[in-house]
């Protein structure tokens, strides 16, 4: 049984920090890409950013460059989401996924095999 637990979402300021984590069990993803996408209410399901197996090759929506790092622990089974400088917009349902299909596209949602439950990230004004 494979399974994505996410943690650390909340509620934040403006400009505040948060940081996810995504901790894979029952399957080693170590050699294969892993992501994020959000869903704000009444929107669709988004890419948000993911990253290569080694984690020397990330990706991100041009929305949260600059403001966003995505890591990876392989010795943990773990990716991280580091997110700065949160603004309101960025306030949805946060999802991990994983692995990512070989030849598939990394912002698709149709590329990942599993998915975590979601953690909620707030951003107040």
């Known amino acids: 049984q494979v399974q994505l637990v996410e943690s650390g979402g909340g509620l934040v300021q403006a400009g505040g920090s948060l940081r996810l984590s995504c901790a894979a069990s029952g399957r080693t993803f170590s050699r294969a890409g892993r992501g994020w996408f959000r869903q704000a209410p009444g929107k669709e399901r988004e890419f948000v950013a993911a990253?290569?197996?080694?984690?020397?090759?990330?990706y991100y929506t041009d929305s949260v460059k600059g403001r966003f790092t995505i890591s990876r622990d392989n010795a943990k089974n773990t990716v991280y989401l580091q997110m700065d400088s949160l603004s309101p917009e960025d306030t949805a349902v946060y999802y991990c996924a994983g692995p990512k299909k070989d030849g598939s596209s990394w912002k698709d949602p149709e590329s990942y095999d599993y998915w975590g439950q979601g953690t909620q990230v707030t951003v107040s004004p």
């Open positions: 990253i290569s197996w080694s984690g020397g090759i990330t």
